[in-house]
């Protein structure tokens, strides 16, 4: 037994779930695991009240409702790479999971969980931010609704209120036709990325028409290189325009820890943004 | 006082029921409680694989499981792969013929993903098996042995 005493919750709906996190001070939410047990293993969270999702009803699953994806906080990192609407509909997500950890804690891990622990290089942030992803809450007054550009207050703390649940991630659908890359570079494979790179693009009669382009590992949140997709829009998909997107994310603030310095995390991104650009443009049908 | 819950878990075809505090991780509790010590404890954190158990037929770490969420549960472990005859899976038989294990404490972990593995992929590339395994630390650093081993039992296992 290695966490340290605490009094352990099922709650069977989100309203359960909800009022047992309003009458608890110090409460954890547990979702898949995979981050939440490590640190009551090695006690970093003595949390005098666990409160388990795995049992509660209605939040997990995908639906595809045409225009976007619904999915449930409690859905599996692993059934989400297995489902066919995110296959068919949003390719980028199942191929960025490849490098969340290995299949045995995907088997567990949820999206809810990496989005509520938000390290500053998980995948599925930075996932989000290039969809705008939109990330529903359900507090003591009901449910409201948080763009994931406002879901990240500071390092590995999310928006949410102490008696808030995530329950439903919504990510809106690009056209049929677009291109997707993610790359990331780790010293291992499944360890976390120094950088990792998420980039979109919609490509029409050889013109690119949409990109959106999100950095992770290098802020304590994911980064959007607004400035680069403004000068994509209206540009030909070549090496020209992705070496000039590059070179603007040489230009983002870095962090720098004691393993990787703010210089190297920049050279990165430059990189990594580039690599992932054309993958992109090379999968956007139009591109020719 | 002490957080416990009534469990009842069905561990490689029997059913146990049990008092466990709640703070019991799963691999603790089927070690301790249940004296299946086939099941290794290495980092508990999540990170070596040694732990790794099926719960309801999908490869998870013990270690980052509660025994009480697998409460109504299948836990298959490396004491439930070989038949009750004692004839071995070919996992295991191509281990011991490969020599996929040299001090064994990895092996449980090993033998339990890459049995979820080949289920999923019974063709795998040697690629394919490396990544399977890629979230399990074998610190003899014997992977060639394992890899091998996990290559040729998926040719046994397609041919049975």
């Known amino acids: ?288 | 006082m002490a957080d416990t819950r009534d469990i009842e878990v069905t561990v490689n075809g029997k059913s146990h029921t049990a008092n466990v505090e709640t703070r019991t991780s799963l691999g603790d509790f089927l070690r301790h409680g249940l004296g299946l010590t086939g099941t290794h404890m290495g980092c508990e954190h999540g990170v070596c694989g040694a732990c790794t158990v099926m719960v309801d037929g999908e490869a998870v770490r013990s270690c980052l499981m509660l025994a009480v969420q697998a409460n109504g549960q299948e836990v298959t472990t490396v004491e439930g792969l070989a038949d009750e005859d004692g004839t071995l899976h070919p996992l295991q038989e191509a281990f011991w013929k490969h020599h996929g294990l040299q001090c064994g404490f990895c092996t449980p972990g090993m033998l339990t993903s890459l049995a979820a593995f080949l289920r999923d992929n019974p063709d795998p590339s040697e690629r394919e098996v490396r990544e399977a395994i890629s979230g399990n630390i074998c610190r003899c650093t014997g992977y060639q042995g394992i890899v091998d081993a996990a290559l040729d039992a998926a040719k046994t296992m397609q041919g049975s």
């Not at chain 1, 989100?14 to 309003?22: G, I, K, R």
């Not at chain 1, 983002?252 to 650009?277: G, P």
Request: with cysteine.
């Open chain 1, 1 to 288: 037994m290695k966490p340290a005493p605490f009094t352990y919750h099922d709650p069977a709906t989100p309203e359960e779930a909800v009022a047992l996190l309003a009458e608890h001070e110090d409460a954890k939410v547990l979702a898949g695991g995979q981050s939440l047990m490590p640190m009551l293993n090695m006690r970093f969270v003595v949390p005098d009240h666990v409160i388990d999702l795995n049992g509660v009803a209605g939040i997990s699953g995908v639906t595809d409702t045409g225009s976007a994806l619904e999915i449930g906080a409690m859905t599996r990192q692993r059934d989400l790479m297995r489902d066919a609407a995110v296959v068919a509909k949003t390719p980028i997500i199942p191929e960025a999971l490849e490098n969340v950890g290995h299949f045995q804690t995907r088997n567990r891990g949820t999206i809810g969980g990496s989005l509520c622990h938000l390290d500053p290089s998980a995948e599925l942030p930075c996932l989000m931010a290039a969809y705008d992803g939109v990330l529903t809450a359900h507090g003591p007054d009901g449910a409201r609704d948080i763009p994931f550009a406002e879901w990240p207050l500071a390092y590995m703390i999310p928006t949410l209120g102490p008696d808030e649940l995530l329950t439903k991630i919504t990510v809106p659908y690009w056209g049929a036709d677009h291109g997707y890359g993610f790359v990331e570079f780790a010293r291992r494979h499944g360890d976390f990325a120094m950088i990792a790179v998420a980039a979109l693009l919609e490509v029409e009669g050889g013109t690119i028409s949409r990109a959106a382009i999100s950095i992770g590992g290098a802020d304590v949140r994911p980064l959007r290189l607004t400035e680069a997709e403004t000068a994509l829009v209206g540009a030909a998909p070549n090496a020209e325009a992705f070496k000039a997107s590059a070179e603007i994310a040489r230009g983002i603030d870095a962090m720098s820890d004691a393993y990787v310095s703010s210089a190297y995390r920049q050279r990165l991104a430059a990189t990594l943004v580039e690599r992932a650009l054309v993958q992109a443009a090379e999968r956007a049908s139009g591109s020719a």
